[in-house]
Nanobody, 116 residues
Framework: QVQVVESGGGLVQPGGSLRLSCTASGVTFSGIVMSWYRQAPGKEREFVAV????????NYKDSVKGRFTISKDNAKNTVYLQMNSLKSEDTAMYYCNARYGSQTAWGQGTQVTVSS
């Protein structure tokens, strides 16, 4: 059964950077689709970015294009979300999602707070 664990959230000032990590286990990393979602207080969970393995197809929410980069390290079964030029509206709980065949898993979430 696929499982994921996130890390890397924290408090950062506007314009700053953070890198989130998500490590998958329980399945082979090849053939897995890894995504990041976020949920701000009082709002619905929304898609942020996705990367498909094998290959390196990626896609992003429009408002993060050019600021966020999703990447993967196959040797570590880990996906990263590099977040630059952070804005207050990026404040949210960030969740990693893994899809492998019929299996799907969510992480526990990691909080990102952008504030001066």
């Amino acid at each position: 059964q696929v499982q994921v664990v996130e890390s890397g959230g924290g408090l950062v000032q506007p314009g700053g950077s953070l890198r989130l990590s998500c490590t998958a286990s329980g399945v082979t990393f090849s053939g897995i689709v890894m995504s990041w979602y976020r949920q701000a207080p009082g709002k619905e969970r929304e898609f942020v970015a996705v990367i498909v393995n094998p290959g390196s197809f990626t896609n992003y929410k429009d408002s993060v294009k050019g600021r966020f980069t999703i990447s993967k390290d196959n040797a570590k079964n880990t996906v990263y979300l590099q977040m630059n030029s952070l804005k207050s509206e990026d404040t949210a709980m960030y969740y990693c999602n893994a899809r492998y065949g019929s299996q799907t898993a969510w992480g526990q979430g990691t909080q990102v707070t952008v504030s001066s």
